[in-house]
């Protein structure tokens, strides 16, 4: 959708199927030099440690190609769960759903090209 990416996850990921997911998303960043990558999770009820970490990882691959990543759709068991399981997944911003995620992507993407403006600015001068 525009400069961001759209992943709907439609099951519960096991660890074969989420490395897969990581490496496809991380491929198509590079490809189409996405912005952002919104990944929707409402359909997700089982979220593991294992889990966790993978959003935490295409989080941080994607911020080394430049695009930033939201996660929408947290159903209330999967937030309990990371908490307890101590995985803030960092990097990761998050939003109630797919509408919320698109904005807060487009705020994100917007203030990247103001700060990279300002830095542009002060090197010139």
């Given at each position: ?9 439609q099951i519960d ?81 998050t939003a109630l ?29």
């Amino acid at each position: 959708m525009g400069p961001f990416l759209l992943v709907t996850i439609q099951i519960d990921l096991y660890d074969r199927l989420a490395l897969d997911l990581e490496e496809d998303l991380v491929r198509m960043v590079e490809k189409t030099s996405a912005k952002g990558v919104l990944i929707d999770i409402s359909a997700v009820t089982i979220v593991d440690s294992f889990m966790g970490r993978i959003l935490g990882n295409i989080a941080s691959m994607s911020r080394l190609l430049d695009a930033q990543t939201v996660v929408v759709g947290m159903q209330p068991a999967v937030a309990i769960t990371l908490v307890e399981l101590g995985l803030p997944l960092n990097g990761v911003s998050t939003a109630l759903d797919v509408e919320k995620g698109m904005a807060l992507l487009q705020s994100k993407m917007i203030f990247d090209e103001e700060e990279e403006q300002e830095e542009d600015d002060t090197a010139a001068n």
